[in-house]
Structure formats: C-alpha cells, structure tokens
Nanobody, 120 residues
Framework: QVQLVESGGGLVQAGGSLSLSCAAS????????MGWHRQAPGKQRELVAT???????NYADSVKGRFTISRDNAKNTLYLQMNSLKPEDTAVYYC??????????????WGQGTQVTVSS
C-alpha cells in the first residue's frame, strides 16, 4: 500500500502565500509523475500542476507565474509554493502520484486533501 499525506493548508488573505507538502510512504519502488489538483465547492476537480521525476513541470494557466511545484525524490515528497493567492484559489488541494510498487507495477495514489482558503 501507498499513502500520500498532504500538509500546509490553511487560511490566508488575498495576496498572501502558502506552502503545501505531500509525503509519500509505504510500498514504494519509485515515483514517476506527481501532481497537485484542487476542487472548489460545487466544481469539478481540476489540475493545478504536475512534475515529472526528472523535474519537468506543467501548470494550469490560472496559476502560472504564481505557483511553483517541486519535489524531493530522495524524500518521496512533493511541494507546492503558492504566492499571490486569490479568493478563487480557495479549494481542497489533493496530491497525486504515479507510484511504482515494483518495476513493472504502477499505481495511481491520492492524498486525502488539504483545505486552502483565501479571504478577500
């Protein structure tokens, strides 16, 4: 089994910053792509940012220039630095990882989510 645990959410005023972390543990051989998604009340879950094992990144247009995704492969940990936060960034943020439990066996794992609330 693989567990992903997010941390770092909270309440912040518009224009402020928050940093999220996602630690993976369990039966892990290696981790391929990782990403952050978010879901606001009444809306579908949407992709925020992704990062490959080699460090290539991709961002949703709505967060480009404000959010930075990074990872520490040695620690199996994913990060999201969020700056210049806006009320529309308010959502539950979920971590996702494509985990290889064996060389040829890959499973997609999700964290339980962490709430980010941006007040105006």
């Amino acid at each position: 089994q693989v567990q992903l645990v997010e941390s770092g959410g909270g309440l912040v005023q518009a224009g402020g910053s928050l940093s999220l972390s996602c630690a993976a543990s369990g039966n892990i051989f290696s981790i391929d792509g990782m990403g952050w998604h978010r879901q606001a009340p009444g809306k579908q879950r949407e992709l925020v940012a992704t990062i490959t094992r080699g460090g290539s990144t991709n961002y949703a247009d709505s967060v480009k220039g404000r959010f930075t995704i990074s990872r520490d492969n040695a620690k199996n940990t994913l990060y999201l630095q969020m700056n210049s936060l806006k009320p529309e960034d308010t959502a539950v943020y979920y971590c996702n990882a494509d985990v290889r439990v064996r060389v040829a066996v890959r499973v997609s794992s999700w964290g339980q989510g962490t709430q980010v609330t941006v007040s105006s």
